[in-house]
T-cell receptor
Framework: DAKTTQPPSMDCAEGRAANLPCNHSTISGNEYVYWYRQIHSQGPQYIIHGLKNNETNEMASLIITEDRKSSTLILPHATLRDTAVYYCIVKARGGADGLTFGKGTHLIIQP | NAGVTQTPKFQVLKTGQSMTLQCAQD?????MSWYRQDPGMGLRLIHY???????DQGEVPNGYNVSRSTTEDFPLRLLSAAPSQTSVYFCASSKPGLAGNEQFFGPGTRLTVL
């Protein structure tokens, strides 16, 4: 699985868009970009994934650069409940051998 | 659906004791996994299973055993607990082809080994 690099922490004002970057310069053609988050002490929660096109669901949007070497997770209107550690993970689809979690980005939403 | 359930929520052991962490899912998922999370770190894979009767080692398998006799259950056994196994343990399940690698996680078991 390709390695990812994320900033250790970020702040965002409540109501603003939170943009979380991820670098995955060694991603290979069959690997997807997945985002999970972990709210304090809880199990991680799936957010979104994509291969090369931008994706949007009810939680977030995922923007992947054309060369696929980096991506950005966007939470359009951050709330206090979005304070969490966000993990960017790169993996080939369908693998049963689990996910490789780095340290992620601790996003703090400020009131 | 209850999703992924784990018991117990908290456990304190003495060095050398054994115990089993329970994990069950009611979503008929083929894949199940165990992770551990140490303070300030991401999750690390201990063991995983692709179906009943089939298990394999992850990144940090030493000191842990697993078995998968049914689709629903995937218990994790600590054979002889050590202080280095103090951690939070998460169980997860997923289904091949379901939103790619979307995994559903349980609430975790917080284990302290004295």
């Amino acid at each position: 699985d390709a390695k990812t690099t994320q900033p250790p922490s970020m702040d965002c004002a409540e109501g603003r868009a939170a943009n979380l970057p991820c670098n995955h310069s060694t991603i290979s053609g069959n690997e997807y970009v997945y985002w999970y988050r972990q709210i304090h002490s809880q199990g991680p929660q799936y957010i979104i994934h994509g291969l090369k096109n931008n994706e949007t669901n009810e939680m977030a949007s995922l923007i992947i650069t054309e060369d696929r070497k980096s991506s950005t997770l966007i939470l359009p209107h951050a709330t206090l409940r979005d304070t969490a550690v966000y993990y960017c993970i790169v993996k080939a689809r369908g693998g049963a051998d689990g996910l490789t979690f780095g340290k992620g980005t601790h996003l703090i939403i400020q009131p | 659906n209850a999703g992924v359930t784990q018991t117990p929520k908290f456990q304190v052991l003495k060095t050398g004791q054994s115990m089993t962490l329970q994990c069950a899912q009611d979503m008929n998922h083929e894949y199940m996994s165990w992770y551990r999370q140490d303070p300030g770190m991401g999750l690390r894979l201990i063991h995983y299973s692709v179906g009943a009767g089939i298990t394999d080692q992850g990144e940090v398998p030493n000191g842990y055993n697993v078995s998968r006799s049914t689709t629903e259950d995937f218990p994790l056994r600590l054979l002889s607990a050590a202080p280095s196994q103090t951690s939070v343990y998460f169980c997860a399940s997923s289904k091949p082809g379901l939103a790619g690698n979307e995994q559903f996680f349980g609430p975790g078991t917080r284990l302290t080994v004295l």
